[in-house]
């Protein structure tokens, strides 16, 4: 049951019924499910968080690092009405990570998960479709226009982006979801045991031409990212650069335009450039703990001068530089961790350092490796510390390593201080990495 209602959470999440039937308006339908699912879940829960303990747990450990580090970053100011607010939000964000680690439990249930997850973004991909081209009209979707200059001519133009509602009320962030959902479909598309797998190539289909749609250079470059990183776990790295070489000028032409157009010294590759100098510099205003995160739709008065900041500057566009700015050296380290930490538990079991038992869980590894570099890459370009398909992600690279036996080289992954220490430094490089980019590129920082 507890499975069964944790699928549902995920359709919901994404397809919000309540937004396309309007008599279902105002029914909390997600916190109800949630709250149900809770409920049952709660044995498979404790067996899953006491089983083992939590430094055996790196990711997860990261993750309820991240939940601490967003209550603690407020009391320095004694903003503990701010520490309730934004530590129960970022609470009920960490109770979905933990239901999916602790009921999708099996491998069977991760790959029929995985299916789940490929089904509802094709579905919220049709939606949106639709609606763009005006097939459908739902009041709660609505169409987004850009502009763009060309750089020879001066010549302004309109165009029209694709996005979706809720947590994907954003074309950069309907476009970095359907791109990481890629991998994940060709997973399902090469399923050598099931006889309906070519019924896959359709959501490729719609995930490509979606992604075109939104006009996201985020979502072309975590595009590009899941597939070079399932072929280079897949076919190894002489083979990748072979299938780099044919796939990659394909994706040039099929993306031609805006997408294709990089630049890190003009346009909104600039600036963003100059969004991370302003919040570089907020970040070495309070480096310990962090200015804290705030809810825009919270009390107005209790965060007038996080609102006002954000309302002239913007919201971070790089999820990993927004951590170290909200919430000092620690969190930040933490949230950057719980990434690096799922991309060094996936490596460890490569078939060099591993052998998997269980076939179907070996022949998942490419794919899901595929799926967090790309989510991996697109938060890169924005600000998704506190959102659910962030925990999404990590959760299905932790649900994984549970559920899949093998006979490592190296012992599996637990929190130490050599693995702090290898974070501590990752955190500092990506910061020195980050100053870098904004003194060459933004002339500031």
Known sequence: MAFVL????????FLRPAEIIPEWQGISLYEYLIIACFVFALPDILTHLTGRPLEAQPVTLCVFGVLAAVVLSQLPSFNFGEAWRTGFFVFKVVVYYVLLISVVNTGPRLKMFIGWLVCCCV????ITLLQYHEVLTLPTLKSVTDTDMDRVTGEVTTFGRLQGSGIFNDPNELGVMLATAVPLALYLLADPKSVLRFVFVLPLGIFFYAVYLTQ???AFLALIAGLGGWALAR?????AVGFALVGLPVLLVFFAGRQTSL???QGTGQTRIQIWSDWLTE???????GKGMSLSEEDPDAIKERMEWEGKKHVAHNSY???FRDLGL???????GAFLLAFWSLARLSPGQAQVLDPEMARLRPFLLGALAAFALGILSLSLCYSIPTYMVLGLVTAYGRVTPCRAVKPALSWNLNIAGRIALAGVGFLAFTYMIVRVFGGSG
């Open 321 to 323: 530089l927004h951590s």
């Open 330 to 336: 620690v969190g930040g380290m933490l949230f950057l």
């Open 123 to 126: 579905l919220l991909a049709l």
């Open 283 to 289: 970040f070495r205003e309070s480096p310990l703990f």
């Open 6 to 13: 944790f699928l549902l959470v995920n359709a919901t999440l």
């Open 263 to 265: 630049s890190a010294s």
């Open 216 to 218: 996201s250079r985020g």
């Open 235 to 239: 076919f190894g790295s002489r083979r």
